[in-house]
Nanobody, 126 residues
Framework: QLQLVESGGGLVQPGGSLRLSCATSGVRLDYYTIGWFRQAPGKEREGISCISIGGSVPVNVDSVKGRFTISSDSTKHTVDLQMDSLKPEDTAVYYC???????????????????WGQGTQVTVSS
């Protein structure tokens, strides 16, 4: 399994920004589809953004469209999630995960992803 490590979480005020990074263990990302997920207390894990390093258009769910941007850097073996205009309802533990699917699924479902990071906490509060 691919080893993934998330970083960049923290406490931010509403309207602020954070950049999360998902790092791999030096493995090329070209063969994987990478998703970002989040899980708030008492809620199910939710897929929010996905990128297929092979080149298909990134996928973002409606709740983060226009605010979150997923990108990859093959030289650094990372996939980043830029989060702008953060809201209190964005508070959650954020996870990245990898799938062997050739492109992002229509629904970013956790069961389609095989390798997971340990998560990073994002808290949006004044």
């Amino acid at each position: 399994q691919l080893q993934l490590v998330e970083s960049g979480g923290g406490l931010v005020q509403p309207g602020g920004s954070l950049r999360l990074s998902c790092a791999t263990s030096g493995v090329r990302l070209d063969y994987y589809t990478i998703g970002w997920f989040r899980q708030a207390p008492g809620k199910e894990r939710e897929g929010i953004s996905c990128i297929s390093i092979g080149g298909s258009v990134p996928v973002n769910v409606d709740s983060v469209k226009g605010r979150f941007t997923i990108s990859s850097d093959s030289t650094k073996h990372t996939v980043d999630l830029q989060m702008d205009s953060l809201k209190p309802e964005d508070t959650a533990v954020y996870y990245c995960a990898a799938s062997s699917l050739p492109r992002c699924p229509r629904s970013i479902v956790p069961s389609l992803f095989d390798s997971w990071g340990q998560g990073t906490q994002v808290t949006v509060s004044s």
